[in-house]
């Protein structure tokens, strides 16, 4: 649709291309059509209209296919022209260099930056600060996280989220919960649930149940609860093997939702098969289900638990009643697909294998 409005501007002899217009068309243009197609547009505006808008919009589209030299060539491009002289294009390299885990080169920019006298705001920070969880460098990660707290009177709690993650992937537990607390301070300012379970699968990776059950205990009545948050409060106590626990916030759960969320009963689902607790596993299902469609997934999960636990007549059964259930876009794990095949190949049954088959093949005619 907007594509088509651009072009229909550009056909109307009275309606000028702008440099800013030619920016956003490019834009567009890659959105739709892609790199290959924005390129050619680029390649054949006219030198007018090649500002520092197009080329950034240029550079954008290459950062995105995560193109390393053909995003080099433009920011090179621009710095010829006198171009790159705001901290935009240098942001976009530096989240390019981050994802190829070129860190050496984030430095250079940054040093480049500071030979410039470009000012590094909010965006060039949690760039770097993405790039040294990346890179597990601790030391950058703390020298440019005081530097946020210094120039910013706010920082953000997905900063502090970050820094917690970097600590404890390098197992400074300390620090991790030293960011943890910083990061609750947000909630009171912000009462927002994604912050809140961040915390929550925070602490629990940090192992701390006592500190989890506290955050939930203590946020709960701040904030209006999601099933996003509940489902993640269920996985943080599995991942402890507090089953009991993650049983309890889902019944407090399935009392209170005004609408049923299969999502939901998928989290405590996958902790009973993880435990090999399959009764209880299809006790919760079939209870869920009456009176409701469940997601494929649900099946789903039950196969592919019933197949690590080596039941595989079970698995083909679960694997058959998602395939039933499955929405459109929606197609089997290729592991429990293959695995389920493979297993009625091995025990000659023809006609559970072929009837697997023909259930996947109308979910691709879907697709």
């Not at 501007?9 to 490019?26: K, N």
């Not at 209870?287 to 083909?316: E, F």
């Amino acid at each position: 649709m907007f594509s088509q409005i651009s072009q229909w501007m550009t056909d109307r002899r009275y309606l000028d291309l702008s440099p800013v217009d030619a920016a956003i068309r490019l834009e567009l243009i890659y959105k739709v059509r892609g790199v290959d197609d924005a390129e050619y547009y680029f390649n054949n505006i006219s030198n007018q209209l090649k500002s520092e808008n197009s080329y950034g919009a240029l550079l954008s589209t290459y950062v995105q296919e995560k193109s390393v030299e053909k995003a080099e060539k433009v920011m090179q491009k621009m710095s010829e022209l006198g171009f790159a002289n705001t901290s935009y294009p240098y942001n976009m390299m530096i989240t390019l260099y981050a994802k190829a885990g070129d860190f050496k080169q984030i430095e250079k920019l940054i040093e480049e930056m500071e030979g410039k006298g470009i000012p590094h705001d909010i965006y060039t920070l949690r760039n770097r600060l993405h790039a040294y969880v990346a890179a597990g460098d601790a030391s950058g990660f703390e020298k440019t996280l005081k530097e946020v707290e210094n120039k910013l009177r706010i920082v953000d709690w997905k900063t502090y989220s970050f820094a917690s993650d970097l600590y404890l992937k390098i197992g400074e537990t300390e620090k991790a919960l030293n960011m943890l607390k910083k990061l609750e301070d947000k909630i009171h300012i912000l009462k927002r649930s994604l912050a809140f379970e961040h915390i929550l699968s925070l602490y629990a990776r940090v192992g701390n149940k006592d500190e989890l059950y506290r955050v939930w205990n203590q946020y709960k009545p701040l904030l209006k609860l999601k099933n996003s948050s509940y489902s993640c409060m269920i996985t943080s106590l599995a991942k402890m093997d507090d089953i009991d626990g993650a049983e309890k916030i889902f019944h407090e759960w399935e009392s209170s939702c005004t609408m049923y969320d299969f999502r939901v009963v998928n989290k405590l689902l996958c902790a009973y098969c993880q435990k090999g607790l399959f009764d209880k596993a299809e006790l919760l299902v079939n209870k869920a289900v009456q009176g409701r469609t469940p997601y494929a997934s649900t099946w789903n999960v039950l196969a592919i638990g019933y197949m690590l636990n080596k039941q595989m007549d079970k698995a083909v059964e679960m694997l058959k009643k998602a395939m039933l259930v499955g929405r459109k876009g929606w197609k089997p794990n290729s592991l429990i697909l293959n695995s389920c095949l493979k297993y009625l190949e091995t025990q000659g049954n023809a006609e559970d294998r072929e009837e697997i088959l023909n259930l996947h093949k109308n979910l691709e005619l879907q697709l």
